[in-house]
């Protein structure tokens, strides 16, 4: 049962278009979002957060929208850049037991921005 | 630079054989996280930690075992039990906190292999 989806497995945009990544989620016990990009042989990095109690949070180009009613968040990027490209992961946490939060990831996906 | 260490960035086994994956953080977090991803998939918990001498089974737990003697350091061993050991294994860091999620940093990875 997947938790965290992410429908889209590639997204290819235009260098200096808005690249648009979507995420779904299920459970209604999740409270923070986080986005990765991930480079090949690579351990992803962290881009971007946003809170449940937010609805967005803006760094630079990227920019995090939070619809809690429909379960749904997205990651614009504006403008695109050829160093943007590389897989995506929307992550998800909610309290689990004690102090800490655990992630669950989507399965990723692929942004190719064409110079 | 502080990060998180891990070797090797190539590992093989062969059958019936136990591996131990290294993963060192100079970052002081208390909390680590092994993940394993395979093709086309997320990632998927392993095992955390929250604090030395402690840990707990992530989704994905048979298989494999861990321990936690210091701060800095979260090895893990994949044994013979483990029928399906190849794939990229992550390992990753956090502070720890009672108010939100804290992003996870990432190492390289470590790219498993059966002979």
């Known amino acids: 049962d997947q938790q965290v989806k992410q429908n889209s497995p590639s997204l290819s945009v235009q260098e200096g278009r808005i690249s648009i990544l979507n995420c779904d989620y299920t459970n209604s016990m999740f409270d923070y979002f986080l986005w990765y990009k991930k480079y090949p042989a690579e351990g992803p990095t962290f881009l971007i957060s946003?809170?449940?109690?937010?609805d967005k949070n803006e760094d630079g180009r990227f920019t995090v929208f939070l619809n809690k009613s429909a379960k749904h968040l997205s990651l614009h990027i504006v403008p695109s850049q050829p160093g943007d490209s590389a897989v995506y992961f929307c992550?998800?946490?909610?309290?689990?037991?004690?102090?800490?939060?655990?992630?669950?990831f989507g399965k990723g996906t692929l942004l190719t921005v064409n110079p | 630079d502080g990060g998180i260490t891990q070797s090797p960035k190539y590992l093989f086994r062969k059958e019936g054989q136990n591996v131990t994956l290294s993963c060192e953080q100079n970052?002081?977090?208390?909390?680590m996280y092994w993940y394993r991803q395979d093709p086309g998939q997320g990632l998927r918990l392993i095992y955390y930690?929250?604090?030395?001498?402690?840990?707990q089974k992530g989704d994905i737990a048979e298989g494999y075992s861990v321990s936690r003697e210091k701060k800095e350091s979260f090895p893990l061993t994949v044994t013979s039990a483990q029928k399906n050991p190849t794939a990229f294994y992550l390992c990753a860091s956090s502070a720890r906190t009672d108010s939100q999620a804290q992003p996870q940093h990432f190492g390289d990875g470590t790219r498993l292999s059966i002979l």
């Open positions: 930690s929250q604090i030395v001498n402690d840990f």
């Open positions: 992550a998800a946490s909610a309290r689990s037991g004690g102090s800490n939060y655990k992630l669950t």
């Open positions: 970052l002081n977090h208390d909390a």
């Open positions: 946003i809170s449940s109690i937010k």
